[in-house]
């Protein structure tokens, strides 16, 4: 098993940044990409963005590419997502998942049911 805990979710306003990270503990030598998903209340969980483990390459969803940034540190087993030039949009529970697969990756990364171990959830808010 992999533990997740996503940590810094606040209220913001908008055009500001803000940082959240998600901790692993567990079997983190399990781990072949971090995932980043939101859900605002009423909608459905929306794909964010995610790391490759082992060479950092990233993808993001189209929502959020050009204002956010991935990366991880691998020694201490987080992922960071650098949020800028935030929107009241972007408001939402964010949650860091965990791929233990890599098949096809390349062509599911966004694909929730593709993550297996996921965090509770950190709350950003983004007022106008």
């Known amino acids: 098993q992999v533990q997740l805990v996503e940590t810094g979710g606040e209220l913001v306003q908008a055009g500001e940044s803000l940082s959240v990270s998600c901790a692993a503990s567990g079997r983190t030598s399990e781990i072949y990409a971090m995932g980043w998903f939101r859900q605002a209340p009423g909608k459905d969980r929306e794909f964010v963005a995610t790391?490759?483990?082992?060479?950092?390459?990233?993808f993001y969803g189209d929502s959020v590419k050009g204002r956010f940034t991935l990366s991880r540190d691998m020694a201490k087993n987080t992922g960071y997502l650098q949020m800028d030039n935030l929107k009241p949009e972007d408001t939402a529970s964010y949650y860091c998942a965990v791929r233990v697969l890599g098949s096809q990756f390349s062509d599911t990364y966004s694909w929730r049911h593709t993550y297996r171990h996921w965090g509770q959830g950190t709350q950003v808010t983004v007022s106008s």
């Open positions: 790391i490759k483990w082992s060479d950092g390459i990233t």
